[in-house]
Structure formats: C-alpha cells, structure tokens
C-alpha cells in the first residue's frame, strides 16, 4: 500500500467572531507542513468577515444574493428556493443560512470566497512558511441524489481538478473526458471528520501535496458551469412552464391549423 | 487534533477478469481491520462478473442499460445521453464505459451494485473476522459543476447517510433538513488515491469505524431520489419541449382566445 492521506480535524478553535485573524488561530491549533490542504467551512469565514443580518430578514436576503431562480420546491407552509447566488453557486436559499448562525442572525457566504481563500492561504504560508492550500467548503444538495455534501466554493494554492484530459488509463486508452474535480472530492472528505454539530470548522488533509500549487491557480470559481452550457439550467417544471406559454402564445398567433 | 481518518490504496492487485475472487484478492494486499471502509471501483467488480460487451455493441448496451432518458447533449458528430440506468443511478451513457475497459469491448455496471457490495463485504468479513463496510464507488458528472467526482453506486455495512435530522448545531439549534451523504463523501475521498490512471482500483479507509454496520443497512440505491420527487428530473430542453408541445396543442383545442 503506497499512496495514502490523512484527514484531521482541527480542534481547540475559538468561537469565530467578526474580526477574526483565522490564520493566525489555525496556526494556534495546528503544525502546518509543506503540501498540507486545509479544509475550513465557509460559515467560520462568513463570521470573520461579519457577513451576518438579522434572522428577519431572511427572506429578503436570499433576494439580494439570488441573481436567478433556478428552481422552486413549494411544501406545506413555505417554498426552497434553488438559485444562483452572486457567487455562482447554485444552491437552496443562496446559502443564507441559520444553523451555526449567532442567536437571531443568519449567515450569508463570503462576498468572494474564492478572494477569501487566497487571504487565507497568503496568511498561512506567511506565518509558516509551508507551502499549504486552502479551500473553503459549504454544505450544498444536488439533483437526483438525497442528502447533501460538502463542496469547494472557494480554492487557492490547490489545483481544483486533476485535468487527465488527454493523459491515458491503465491500458494506454485515452481519458478524453475525464476531469476529477479534486476540490470537490476534498471538502466532502473533510467533510466526514468535521461533522456538521461537533464544532471542529477546520481539517487538514496530508499527503496530497501533489495538489498544492501557485497561489494564482484558478478558484472554485472555475469549478461553475456557465448556465448557458448546463442542461439542467433550470427546473424541469419551470422550463415546462415556459414552453407551455410559448407553445400557447406561439399556437394563437398562427391561428387554428389547416388539417383534415 | 482528534478526529483522523486515513485512505490508502491497495496496491499489487492483478489484473481482474471473470471469475475473479475480489474478496481473497483484496484479503492478499491488505491486512483489514475492524471498522475499515474499502471503497471499490465498479469497474474491477464488472470484470470480475462478465459485464463486458463488445465495443461495437456500445450504442445498443446504452439503450439495453437506459430505464428513461433524462436530457441529451449534442456535439460535433454525436450525442451524450443523460439517462436513468436499470440501477436507477442517472448519468452519461449508463455507465457504459471503454476506459479500463478489456481492448475490444466496453464494460457494463454491475447488474446490482448493492448486491454486489453485499457480496464481497460478506466474503470479506469471512476471510478476516473483521466488522468492515464495503462501498461501489463510480465517476459521474453533475450538473451545474464542471468535472465529475466518484460517487457511491453500491453499499454494505455501512451508513449511506449520517442522519443528523433531529440533532443540533453547536449552539443547540436543530439542524432540520442535513442529512450529509457520507457514502458519496467517501467514494470522492478514495478517488484522491486511487486516480484514474494508476491500476489502484481499491482503497482502505480506517478511523471512522462509527460508520459501519449491519449488512442489511440500506444499500446506495437509498440514495437515489424518485424521478417524481426531482426537481431537475428531466433537461431543461427537454422539458421546455414538452411543455411547447403541450401549450400549443392546448391553444389549437381551446380556438382563439376572445380577448380584445
């Protein structure tokens, strides 16, 4: 058994409040070394940069970071609405969030997590002097599949994919299509010692050095299908409904049809 | 820092063929122990049932292998159908695949993943006395996100779900709707050591023993969301297809609206 990795969580760390130098606190709880990825969720980054409003005006946050509708669930007594947010991730309710939130207050993501990745990462690889990556995970759901994992909404230092395009399998067939989205694969990983009530916002992966890189990589940015080359752009029901209107509109404006 | 897991490949398995004895195999390269997660790619566990047809056949074992077509993407000299295969799993081409594949033939999922993770984590635990989960793992597309990340297509003796409904955050609130998929966590997870290239078709995932149990936990087919519970259950073209079809049709039923 050869390639192998670690996972750990990172514990001790105090209540994140506004203001926070995460660097340094990590730095507190953790030996870093070179080729370590840290895995940190985006809610302890959102508490830093004191991205909190008040749990009333929930509804109406979700509006200021939603720049469209992908999809709407209507149960008994409400609606999810899975939009687009101002970051590009496609999610419920744009990721404002109250769990984990301050009493009376709900959370929204990073203004740029991609932005607040690289001030992590600079901060780290300042106070160490390890050439470590960083990426900044959120908990998201997804079509076809129940349950939810965690994903990368913000890398830097760490290649997003592992790009095999082009690069050949075990018997020397090419991997045309293959583009492993290791971030992704990343934060679900640390996903599994961080917990979701255990309070440890941080892991740290070792042993994938072969993943950190360049600080000016692209970000979980890149990892964002543009909605114009995505099939499932919008959802089944809404895209029904707007070729409902069209095919309507479209079948008065021809008038009846000339058939037997 | 206290919670840790670690994965590694196993490496120096052979070449796997029909008939192959994955659980002795996998009992020669690694000395198991109890709560051990072995995450397996399908593929070795098609070889070792027969599930291959000849690559000229492909287009037919797609449709052979598709329950309902989902959306389908054309490019320059073809298409990719998104479908839902016979193992309710929904992605490109059914998981009819040529890479890894033996030369001159294409390999087909396991006829019941779940089945088959039952199989071997029995023989496994046969072959050790060891209390080990064994997870099917396969690489899928998404949509909204670029790349793929492996997935868990088959499960047993393990958790699926870390079902958190009904528990809190760290500040006592109820953490209503999370319910992380940690199998797919965990097939993501060894796809970072396994690679696609590199003939490491299993991995050992050890320190999260609590994810572990009885055989007759449900299976990864308990993560796969009914169509009619889908959101995105159908391509938004495809459904702005059928939705035009049915309003115009409506329209010509109806006659000319008496409007002014």
Request: glycine letters at 12%.
């Amino acid at each position: 058994m050869a390639v192998k990795f670690s996972i750990e969580g990172v514990e001790g760390l105090p209540e994140i409040t506004k203001g926070a130098d995460l660097a340094a606190l990590i730095v507190d709880g953790v030996l870093l070394e070179d080729g370590d990825i840290l895995v940190i969720t985006s809610k302890v980054v959102s508490k830093a940069e004191g991205r909190t409003v008040e749990a009333a005006d929930r509804e109406q946050a979700i509006s200021d970071e939603t720049v469209r509708v992908v999809a709407t669930r209507t149960f008994e007594g409400g609606a999810t609405r899975i939009v687009e947010n101002r970051q590009g991730i496609i999610g419920a309710a744009a990721g404002v969030d109250a769990s984990n939130a301050p009493e009376g207050t709900v959370l929204l993501l990073p203004v740029d997590p991609d932005a607040s990745a690289r001030a992590l990462a600079t901060g780290l690889r300042a106070l160490t002097g390890a050439h470590v990556g960083v990426i900044l995970s959120d908990t998201l759901g997804r079509p076809w599949r129940e349950g939810q994992t965690d994903l990368a909404i913000g890398a830097a230092g760490v290649h997003v994919f592992d790009d095999l395009r082009g690069s050949t399998d075990a018997s020397g067939k090419p991997l045309a299509v293959t583009m492993p989205c290791v971030a992704d694969e990343l934060a679900g990983a640390a996903e599994l010692v961080k917990g979701k009530s255990s309070g440890v916002p941080v892991a740290v992966v070792r042993g994938l050095g072969h993943l950190v890189g360049d600080l000016d990589l692209p970000g979980a940015r890149s990892i964002q299908r543009p909605a114009e080359r995505d099939l499932f752009r919008l959802g089944a029901d809404e895209a029904y409904n707007e070729g409902y209107r069209d095919g309507f509109d479209e079948s008065q404006a021809e008038g009846p049809l000339t058939s037997a």
